[in-house]
């Protein structure tokens, strides 16, 4: 099946009426409905019969110069030029299919944009998640740190309370030490020099 073009200038009073339109307002653009004249035979002499609407379907019987014969929708045959006729469908029967395809490609695109948006969530509270546990972990390692820092130093004073106790016994040895051997000094200068005591004779008579 055989579509007609949209076309502006079907005819000399068609175009005659867009251009005067056209220089009257601008920024205007032309209907999507607009009829093509046709004519009882293949030339321009034979009279108009009628109009056939942008986008009727038309079945091609033959081709005469400029025009070609056609069987319109109501079952008539006439005349048309042949620049009016195309091969493939009206912008105004594609748009239907046209939309559906939008409409499919819009939901596809909803889909991902939701699909989209639910994965973003997702990283999101991960990142948060790993976030607390980055905050948990250096919380856990300051007090750690602080522990060590703490036992470092109380070891650091428990090693020097050793060593003063060290200091002090070893004094306390040479101390004791030095006492012993003054007091064997002092007993072994006295002790000489004491009265010894006589011995009593056994007397047998």
């Known amino acids: 099946m055989l579509k007609i073009r949209i076309v502006a200038m079907g005819c000399t009073l068609g175009a005659a009426l867009f251009s005067v339109t056209a220089m009257a307002q601008d920024n205007h653009w032309v209907s999507d409905h607009l009829p093509t004249f046709v004519r009882s035979g293949p030339t321009d002499e034979y009279r108009i019969v009628g109009t056939l609407e942008s986008g009727d ?13 056609v069987r319109g929708p109501d079952g008539d045959t006439v005349w048309i030029q ?3 006729v195309q091969s493939e469908p009206s912008a105004q029967q594609q748009l239907p299919a046209l939309q559906q395809k939008v409409d499919q490609l ?12 639910q994965r973003v969530a997702d990283m999101r509270s991960e990142l948060e998640s790993r976030k607390q546990q980055v905050e948990e972990l250096q919380s856990t390692n300051d007090q750690l740190s602080q522990a060590y820092s703490q036992a470092e130093s109380k070891m650091r004073e428990m ?23 003054g007091a064997g000094l002092v007993v072994g ?17």
């Open 189 to 205: 200068l006295i002790v000489p020099h004491l009265p010894r005591r006589r011995r009593k004779r056994d007397r047998w008579f």
């Open 57 to 69: 379907p038309v079945t091609v019987l033959q081709t005469q110069g400029d025009y070609t014969q």
């Open 159 to 181: 090693q020097a309370r050793l060593d003063t106790q060290e200091e002090d016994l070893l004094m306390r040895y040479f101390m004791y030490g030095g006492g012993v051997a």
């Open 82 to 84: 042949s620049q009016f």
């Open 106 to 117: 819009t939901q596809r695109l909803d889909g991902i944009d939701d699909e989209w948006n």
